[in-house]
């Protein structure tokens, strides 16, 4: 039981590279989000889908960028990396937009 | 702005105290309450939640109190133990969408 999974685990880029960052359920969530968690600061939404072909902006969307082709992947992209996005970036599904969310272990990125 | 806050960075206790982690929010729409666990290298795991209608919800060995009246929750772990030392975060929110996280208590559980 995978759960929920996050690939990489661990990346460094150099400022203005792009990356995609992987996130991948096997639960058949319709709900998913990406959040980052930075130093002294609670999880904060990134972005996040109700189901196939729907996303939307959370909290702090400037600079990334997501889709939602299937229900399982929903990778999080980011566009042109600047250090202010060093941090350690969390995907979450749950069953519904009130479910419980399951969380991946992480992708820690550093851009330098 | 921080909507949920968790004042204490840390927390430390002896094994089989009771360790009692404090939660802030400024939201009075929230209606849902969560506790999340979370280890080293790995991400959040649900501990405990509490809905609005609701003062207290217990699961064992965990429990957690609402005052709504004072936008505060608690965490309340009896007695506690070496595997309880976990950052905790409490969240608060009406659904995932609009879910704000506190920054985190991390609890020390001495043997």
């Known amino acids: 039981n995978a759960g929920v999974t996050q690939t990489p685990k661990f990346q460094v880029l150099k400022t203005g590279q792009s990356m995609t960052l992987q996130c991948a359920q096997d639960?058949?969530?319709?709900?998913m989000s990406w959040y980052r968690q930075d130093p002294g600061m609670g999880l904060r939404l990134i972005h996040y889908?109700?189901?196939?072909?729907?996303?939307d902006q959370g909290e702090v969307p400037n600079g990334y960028n997501v889709s939602r082709s299937t229900t399982e992947d929903f990778p999080l992209r980011l566009l042109s990396a600047a250090p202010s996005q060093t941090s350690v970036y969390f995907c979450?599904?749950?069953?519904?937009?009130?479910?419980?969310?399951?969380f991946g272990d992480g992708t820690r990125l550093s851009i330098l | 702005d921080q909507q949920v806050k968790q004042n204490s960075p840390s927390l430390s206790v002896q094994e089989g105290r009771i360790s009692i982690l404090n939660c802030d929010y400024t939201?009075?729409?929230?209606?849902?309450f969560l506790w999340y666990k979370k280890y080293p290298a790995e991400g959040p795991t649900f501990l405990i939640s509490?809905?609005?209608?609701?003062d207290k919800n217990e699961d064992g060995r965990f429990t957690v109190f609402l005052n709504k009246s004072a936008k505060h929750l608690s965490l309340h772990i009896v007695p506690s133990q070496p595997g309880d030392s976990a950052v905790y975060f409490c969240?608060?929110?009406?659904?995932?969408?609009?879910?704000?996280f506190g920054a985190g208590t991390r609890l020390t559980v001495k043997p």
């Open positions: 979450a599904s749950s069953y519904k937009t009130h479910g419980l969310q399951h």
């Open positions: 639960m058949n969530h319709e709900y």
């Open positions: 889908s109700v189901g196939a072909g729907i996303t």
């Open positions: 939201n009075s729409m929230f209606d849902y």
């Open positions: 509490i809905s609005s209608i609701k």
């Open positions: 969240a608060a929110g009406i659904s995932n969408n609009d879910m704000r």
